[in-house]
C-alpha cells in the first residue's frame, strides 16, 4: 500500500551490482512512498553522454570499458540533484556512494542540505546470475520509441521484430563488460557496504527472487526504519 504522505520522509541509499535490479525496485519503492525522490546517477550520467556534453563525453570512454565515473564527477552530479529539491522530500540514492571516499563524504554533503542517512539496502544476489540477467538485455530500436527486451523473454524478442525493430545490445551489456563492471563493484563498492554494516545502517536482502518479492522485503524496511 502507497504511504499517505505523512509518512517520515527518509534519505536510503540502494546498492548493489549491476544487474541487481535497483532501477526496477526504485521504481516500485517511489510509487508506494511519494515522498521519496529518485536520484539515480546512473541515469544522469547516461543523459550527459547522449546529450554529449563536455562531462558526458568525458565519463562515455570510462563507462563503457566498465569503471567508474571519478569522485568529483559524482559528487558534483549528486550536488547538483540535491540542490532542486525541497528538505521534506525523501531521497533514494542510486548508484551512489560507490567508493569510500564517496561515502566518507555522503554524509557531509547530506548534511550542507539539512539531511541525514536512514538507511542503507543492498540488494544481493550472484555474479552468475548478474553476467546472464544483463548479458541478455536488449533495447528495441527502429520501432517508435526504444523500449526494453531481453533474450530469455521470447514475447518481447517477438513484440520487437513484429514492430519492425530489431534488438541491440549496449557496450556495458556484453558478457566481458559485465564481468569488468562486476571485479569494479567487488574491489571498491565492497568496502563500501562493510563501512555502512559498522555504522549500523545495512540492511540485506536476497535479490534473486521476483521483482515484486525483493520490492516488497525492501519495503518492510523502509516501515521499520521510518518508525
Known amino acids: ?6 509518512t517520515r520522509a527518509l534519505n536510503v541509499v540502494l ?3 549491476p544487474g541487481a535490479g535497483k532501477s526496477t525496485i526504485a521504481e516500485e519503492l517511489i510509487h508506494q512512498r511519494p515522498s521519496f525522490v529518485l536520484i539515480s546517477t546512473g541515469q544522469l550520467l547516461r543523459a550527459e553522454i547522449k546529450a554529449r556534453t563536455r562531462l558526458g563525453r568525458a565519463v562515455a570512454p570510462l563507462l563503457d570499458q566498465g569503471d567508474l565515473a571519478p569522485d568529483s564527477v559524482m559528487d558534483r552530479v549528486l550536488r547538483a540533484s540535491l540542490e532542486t529539491l525541497d528538505t521534506h522530500q525523501g531521497i533514494l540514492l542510486d548508484g551512489y556512494p560507490r567508493t569510500m571516499r564517496q561515502a566518507l563524504g555522503l554524509s557531509m554533503t547530506l548534511a550542507d542540505f ?3 542517512l536512514d538507511a542503507v539496502v543492498a540488494l544481493e544476489v550472484s555474479d552468475d546470475e ?4 544483463l ?3 536488449r533495447i528495441c530500436e527502429g520501432a517508435g520509441e526504444p523500449f526494453p527486451v531481453h533474450v530469455d523473454d521470447l514475447a518481447s524478442m517477438l513484440r520487437c521484430r513484429e514492430r519492425g525493430g530489431h534488438p541491440v545490445q549496449r557496450d ?5 563488460v559485465v564481468r569488468q563492471r562486476l571485479a569494479v563493484y567487488h574491489h571498491q563498492t565492497k568496502p563500501v557496504l562493510a563501512f555502512y554494516e559498522r555504522e549500523g545502517l545495512l540492511h540485506r536482502i536476497d535479490a534473486s ?7 516488497r522485503n525492501a519495503l518492510k524496511i523502509l516501515s521499520e526504519v521510518a518508525g
Open 135 to 137: 548479458s541478455g538485455r
Open 172 to 176: 556495458d551489456d556484453r558478457p566481458e
Open 114 to 116: 539539512g539531511r541525514t
Open 1 to 6: 500500500m502507497a504511504d499517505s504522505g505523512t
Open 209 to 215: 527472487g521476483t521483482p515484486a518479492e525483493v520490492a
Open 15 to 17: 546498492i548493489g551490482p
Open 130 to 133: 548478474v553476467v546472464r540477467r
